[in-house]
């Protein structure tokens, strides 16, 4: 993830989306899949549900967690029979499930909800009433069903330990077929939750199938030291069997206490990792301490009037005092939305930094310029009145346009399937987009800054000269330490550089510059014509599973560890909207591991295997 370009080379064709998501005819005897009549997705002969994502993993995840008792009908004339039954509606069951089977299902698929929506177990009693109200005047007939289904508070909380540890289990089979992984540490420090250490990991198999899951989740109340995470960290990849020398690669937010060079956690993770590396390529386990919450890291370092903190205040105040103006109670309502109703300081500074909510703000300025006035405020830091300070407002509309940058690049961060050298290709991007607004802002040109620009119109109209007070050297300074915090953050990624480049284009890659060992490998690639129209034509992980078996095997190794690298912030993201959704709801929770189930939950991939948890559950109660 070097600034430099990425290829001089012509970039691989990037693959449309129908060509990683096609249905395949031959899906529908091994996972009893029909594609939809509109051609989005398939559709399950079992349960009609609809799959939308059309990729492989996903139809078979579906298959395994709801219908695998289907694999007693095993050989080829069974399963034609079963298939032309089932799209007859004629739904057998290979082995009928009791009332209370059913009864403990749909109790497990209400847990399950309530988690992935962050509420609390005791809205199951209400939900309960709702499914009574339901059968009772709709189907009568199956009224009685309801008394299977145990949704009190104490089942539920259960019940959602059995479906973390079920997913868990998941990871753990996954795990055991990974052939590299990384790390990423987010410590949610933009939460006003107590700070905790998310570790998720992220493997790769010889076909070069993609997990990202949870590893496990640390409690930074105290600050717990270093070594101690580490053998925790340690712990919980010897559960998934996954070796410290497989692992090849760490993300991280980039906070002092992970990032520190003498005794941070990166340091002695990378020492950890050196024990049981002699014999590997890469002797430094690489380390990219900026790319989660990046949006939000970038605003702090252009953040150069306290902007933030005065906007955060304001609205903290209005929503204790209220505000008759409809623009601002949108802007609270939205505000609400994304932090769960908890409208502090940390949160609001959050929200604010991330995305386009101050960009809100600056629509709005009169409506908070009449609220300051009604409120009597204390002055903002030396400003008696902000909003009608011409710097203060430039400062504004100047953290606007940059957080609409930073909001872009997050957004292309955001999206998987890319692989790593994508992560580059838009960092490096991004760096020399600044170098050039730098330059563009020195002169007094805004083509770049279109808030900016419609101030410095209005400041125009007043009779002062907008350009130059937006020139100031303050927003020169506040560029450099952005630029010179992307290149320190993502210098680690470096040595990686040649990895990535001839994963994302080995046909273009010059030999010479191949690791030894590879390139022979290289060599035969290059001559065949039926490998260059598979790449151009394949999804880049399938172009690499699909070279002929053992001919290919240094050059996959390599490829491997690379595909493993983090390629987007989705699972980071996802977890930092469920925390700042559902904070109330997660303090309540009575102990760790049942915080440590939800967040599991809410952000895994898998699909919990309820059949499987049935079952267990019969057993202990035989």
Request: aromatic share 8%; with cysteine.
């Amino acid at each position: 993830m070097a600034f430099s370009k990425m290829w001089s080379n012509p970039k691989r064709r990037r693959p449309e989306v129908e060509e990683q998501h096609v249905f395949r005819s031959e899906w529908t005897l091994r996972y009893l899949v029909v594609e939809r009549a509109d051609g989005e997705g398939a559709e399950c002969l079992v349960c009609h549900r609809p799959i939308v994502a059309t990729r492989e993993r996903d139809v078979r995840r579906h298959y395994e967690a709801e219908h695998d008792q289907y694999e007693s009908y095993s050989s080829g004339e069974e399963r034609e029979a079963l298939v032309e039954r089932l799209r007859r509606g004629d739904v057998l069951l290979a082995a009928a499930q009791a009332r209370e089977e059913r009864g403990a299902r749909a109790s497990l698929g209400i847990a399950h909800l309530l988690a992935l929506h962050g509420r609390p177990w005791t809205d199951g009693g209400l939900v309960l009433r709702c499914l009574e109200t339901v059968l009772r005047e709709a189907l009568p007939e199956h009224y009685s069903v309801i008394h299977e289904v145990d949704l009190t508070t104490e089942t539920l909380a259960l019940r959602t330990l059995g479906l973390a540890r079920n997913l868990f289990r998941q990871l753990v089979t996954r795990g055991s077929v990974f052939q590299a992984y990384s790390l990423a540490l987010d410590d949610q420090p933009f939460v006003g939750t107590e700070n905790r250490l998310l570790v998720f990991v992220r493997g790769v198999d010889q076909d070069y199938e993609v997990d990202e899951e949870l590893l496990l989740s640390v409690n930074l109340v105290g600050q717990p030291d270093c070594p101690h995470i580490v053998q925790l960290i340690e712990e919980a990849l010897a559960r998934i069997s996954l070796p410290w020398d497989k692992l090849v690669g760490v993300v991280s937010t980039g906070t002092p206490w992970i990032t520190s060079p003498e005794t941070g956690l990166m340091r002695m993770l990378q020492a950890r990792v050196a024990e049981n590396r002699e014999c590997m390529e890469i002797p430094v386990l690489p380390h990219c301490g900026g790319l989660l919450h990046l949006e939000m890291m970038g605003s702090k370092e252009l953040d150069v009037g306290g902007v933030v903190e005065a906007v955060a205040g304001w609205l903290a105040l209005m929503h204790t005092r209220g505000v008759h103006s409809l623009g601002l109670k949108l802007l609270l309502e939205d505000a609400e939305l994304h932090t769960g109703g908890e409208l502090n300081m940390l949160c609001l500074t959050s929200w604010l930094r991330r995305g386009r909510s101050l960009k809100r703000v600056f629509s709005l300025r009169q409506e908070f310029e009449t609220f300051v006035a009604e409120a009597g405020l204390p002055p903002t830091g030396h400003l008696r009145d902000p909003l009608h300070d011409p710097d203060w407002l430039c400062d504004l509309s100047f953290l606007v346009d940059m957080q609409g940058h930073l909001a872009d690049l997050a957004d292309e961060l955001r999206v998987s399937g890319t692989f790593a050298f994508g992560v580059m290709e838009h960092v490096s991007a991004f760096t020399e987009k600044l170098q050039l607004m730098r330059l563009h802002l020195n002169a007094g040109d805004l083509t770049h800054f279109p808030v900016c620009r419609e101030l410095s119109d209005e400041l125009s109209r007043q009779g002062q000269v907008g350009n130059q007070r937006l020139a100031a050297q303050r927003y020169q300074e506040g560029l450099t330490r952005l630029l010179t915090r992307f290149q320190k953050q993502f210098e680690g990624l470096c040595a990686l550089k040649k990895e990535l480049d001839l994963f994302a284009d080995p046909f273009s890659f010059p030999v010479e510059s191949a690791p030894p060992n590879i390139r022979e490998e290289l060599i035969r690639m290059k001559s065949s014509s039926t490998l260059l129209c598979e790449y151009h034509d394949e999804h880049l992980g399938a172009f690499y599973a699909g070279l002929p078996p053992g001919c290919y095997t240094e050059l996959q190794a390599v490829t491997i560890r690379t595909a493993s690298l983090f390629d987007s912030t989705c699972i980071s993201d996802k977890a930092f909207e469920y925390f700042m959704r559902n904070q109330g709801r997660l303090i309540q929770l009575s102990t760790e591991e049942h915080l440590q189930a939800v967040i599991r939950i809410a952000t895994s991939n898998f699909e919990p295997r309820m059949d499987e948890l049935v079952r267990s559950r019969s057993r202990s109660l035989a």
